[in-house]
């Protein structure tokens, strides 16, 4: 982290800049990369370079690099594709340290070979590639716009780092139009060196920026972006818009930038899992970003609205279900606070409505009440117009309010109206206050704030550890590699649950009627009992299956007849035993998975098992390793948590035991780098304390043997 943090800032603070393509041209890219950069006022100097010399701006141009006297951590390259390599050359002489690749026509266009070629140059000579196929680097610590967008950047506390050009350059105009101010804007292009994960953790410690604003499409190396999200997060509120949540979407992005779009629902819960705020757009991300970096955090999870129109104050009600934020309904308290202030007709009963007729001093006291009631975490005050609402007025008190109480808890506002009530939004959104005019924008912003607030209350947990016996688990697995197999066979996968203690159903061969009662009697009945032999696919077919044998007698009864039906079947079979089963009980049918997720790496699944899995797809995925804490709050995520809680008089079923089970799954996973996949479908769970059984097993190894 040390090192990253430390050669990552010549980046945002390099002592010379080199621009190679530097052009005399207005118009063409290096000539607008030198007018920027000049332009911004980048304190340090810059060197343009072009083998043509001459001046420019007021600069001298350097034929080549080789040429500068002083120092340069930075070269932005606007040459053509075919001549970066030997840019990259003149640089590796110069000690450079970044070179910024502006330059497209690299993979993104199939060109993957010359990508390859200049990342190993650049790699082996200590240089740092940003790109190819960028815009540029703006950092406002040096004053550096190293980048062809508009040349005026508003220098302020949002960072955004951007795999899209040009969103990243619309961007710098709508902050801009926002009153939003930034701290860095970084393209990242093709990623071929650096990507959103360096740039993320270097972002963390930067104290300007007070909010990380990330727009992602295709994830490259996800295991080491979990890691740096969850401590980044911890630290600064991280924005992410992720396209691609469609499948048109995804396939668009993976075509876009040639990563892996990976699966969005995957992508969802991890970014949960890491506490970061995903907005679904770029306004709503903007929306946030402009005040989550000014906002104070809440103290608790109560929540007032003000209002003069009851439709308002239920509309704001229903946002505050869907952004997950809390009411209060101490009705008692809420009584007290509002009574001198509240007419006879109106309601103390959260959303408080002070009625059309408040007047604006009225509406100034139900504010500071709220402001002032300890019990009271947020307040929502929204203004209507109405026939005797004054909303320069209200404009005011929402100003001075803001002023006095901003430090002590958070205020947001929304104002609903015409002319007069626009004017009013603009002038309060000028000097930073909060204010939308929906009121579902503003609660949005609100559940933003509280998800940023509730990640950061939540202590970290260390991950949960189990014992497992691996030597079983390898012994298992190399069966299956000397078969050629890339899956594992039922007793196999039946192994592997062993090692970890995951319950199974009980099973035994028998090779005798009495052989069968035996293990019918030490396993329990009802027992299910079934043919075993290679000759015979279809069991239930040949009659080689009988099922809920309640004793002694339909165990034999049941050992006679499938040996006869199996034979009239199939006259030359091979019968090996007869398989002695422990007949399931019917609990909660749910599936927990793990596999090594492309993007991500390490991912357990749990959700409603059964045979409408891939319907009903009410199914959470969680980064591993977990804690018992996140694993719990990832079974609590599915909408079929109440089936566990129990419902209807049910019992409560055994959820520690299915929290158990997700993190040995994980652990068999991380411990076996030859297994890819692991599912099991159902495991039934029981009532609290009878523990889960992992009625079917499947585990898939890699294709690779190496890995
Ligand atoms: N060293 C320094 N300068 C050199 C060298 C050299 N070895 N060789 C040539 N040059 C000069 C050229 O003479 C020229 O300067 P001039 O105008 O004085 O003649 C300058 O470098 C640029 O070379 P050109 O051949 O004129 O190239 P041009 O400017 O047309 O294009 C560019 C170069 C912009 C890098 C182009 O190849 C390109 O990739 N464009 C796309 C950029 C882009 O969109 N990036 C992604 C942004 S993100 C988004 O999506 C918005």
Redesign the pocket.
């Known amino acids: 982290m040390k090192g990253n943090q430390d050669s990552m800032k010549y980046l945002f603070e390099p002592r010379g800049i080199a621009v190679?393509?530097?052009?005399?041209?207005p118009g063409?890219?290096?000539y607008k990369v030198v007018e920027n950069i000049v332009t911004g006022g980048y304190r340090e100097k810059v060197y343009p370079?072009?083998?043509?010399g001459g001046e420019m701006l007021g600069l001298s141009v350097y034929k080549?690099i080789a040429d500068v006297d002083g120092t340069i951590d930075v070269a932005v390259v606007?040459?053509?594709?075919e001549?970066v390599y030997?840019?990259l050359e003149e640089c590796a002489k110069k000690n450079v340290k970044f070179a910024i690749i502006?330059?497209?026509?690299f993979a993104e266009v199939g060109n993957v070979a010359e990508e390859r070629r200049i990342t190993r140059f650049a790699r082996d000579n200590n240089i740092r590639i940003i790109g190819p196929?960028?815009?540029g680097v703006y950092s406002a610590v040096s004053s550096l716009n190293a980048t062809f967008g508009p040349g005026d950047v508003t220098a302020g506390n949002v960072a955004i780092i951007t795999q899209?050009?040009?969103i990243?350059?619309a961007m710098i105009g709508k902050t801009k139009v926002e009153g939003i101010g930034l701290s860095a804007m970084i393209?990242v292009?093709n990623k071929s060196d650096v990507d959103e994960t360096d740039l993320l953790e270097y972002l963390t410690f930067q104290d300007d920026a007070k909010v990380v604003l990330m727009y992602l499409e295709g994830i490259k190396s996800g295991e080491r972006l979990v890691e740096v999200l969850r401590k980044a997060t911890r630290k600064k509120p991280i924005v992410v818009i992720k396209s691609g949540r469609s499948s048109r979407g995804a396939q668009a992005a993976a075509s876009h930038t040639g990563s892996l779009a990976g699966e969005d629902k995957v992508f969802d819960d991890i970014a949960r899992q890491c506490g970061v705020i995903r907005a679904e757009g770029i306004q709503e991300a903007l929306n946030w970003c402009k005040f989550l970096a000014d906002s104070p955090m809440p103290t608790g999870e109560d929540c007032v609205i003000i209002t003069n129109g009851g439709g308002i104050g239920v509309l704001t009600a229903d946002a505050c279900e869907k952004y997950n934020i809390s009411l209060s309904d101490e009705v008692a308290d809420l009584k007290k606070t509002f009574e001198d202030v509240m007419p006879s007709f109106g309601s103390a009963k959260n959303p408080i409505d002070l009625t059309g007729g408040a007047s604006p001093e009225e509406y100034d006291q139900a504010l500071v009440a709220a402001l002032r009631n300890e019990n009271i975490d947020a307040v929502a005050c929204l203004g209507c117009q109405t026939g005797s609402f004054d909303a320069d007025r209200f404009a005011k008190i929402a100003e001075e309010r803001y002023a006095q109480y901003r430090p002590v808890k958070p205020i947001v506002f929304s104002l609903f109206g015409g002319e007069e009530v626009e004017r009013s939004i603009a002038k309060l959104k000028e000097k930073g206050i909060p204010v939308f005019a929906d009121v579902y924008e503003m609660t949005a912003f609100l559940g933003a704030l509280y998800r940023d607030y509730r990640n950061k209350s939540v202590p970290s947990a260390e991950p949960a550890r189990v014992d497992i016996d691996i030597a079983s688990i390898d012994a298992a697995v190399a069966r299956a590699r000397a078969d050629g197999r890339y899956f594992l066979l039922a007793q196999e996968a039946q192994e592997v649950m062993r090692a970890a203690a995951i319950a199974i159903p009980q099973s035994r061969i028998a090779h005798s009627p009495d052989e069968a009662v035996r293990y019918a009697e030490e396993i329990g009945y009802p027992v299910v009992m079934k043919v075993v032999s290679k000759d015979i696919i279809h069991k239930s077919d040949a009659g080689g299956v009988a099922l809920e044998l309640v004793d002694r007698k339909e165990v034999l009864d049941a050992y006679e007849a499938i040996m006869r039906n199996c034979r009239n079947y199939k006259a030359d079979a091979l019968i090996e035993g007869i398989q002695v089963d422990e007949m399931i009980q019917s609990g909660v049918e749910t599936i927990v998975g793990a596999r090594q997720d492309g993007a991500f790496g390490p991912t357990v699944m749990f959700g409603l098992g059964g045979v409408y899995v891939e319907v009903l797809k009410d199914i959470a995925f969680r980064a591993f390793p977990l804690s018992r804490e996140a694993t719990l709050n990832m079974i609590g995520q599915i909408d079929s948590y109440p089936l566990l809680l129990g419902v209807r008089g049910e019992a409560r079923k055994d959820i520690d035991e299915v929290a158990n089970t997700i993190i040995k799954v994980g652990w068999i996973l991380c411990s076996c780098d030859a297994i890819s996949d692991i599912e099991i479908n159902p495991l039934a769970v029981y009532d609290h304390g009878e523990g889960v059984k992992a009625v079917d097993v499947r585990i898939l190894l890699r294709e690779s043997e190496e890995a």
């Open positions: 190679i393509g530097a052009s005399q041209t063409k890219i290096g370079i072009n083998p043509k080549q606007v040459v053509p594709a001549l030997g840019a502006i330059t497209s026509g196929n960028v815009f899209s050009g040009a990243g350059i393209s292009g």
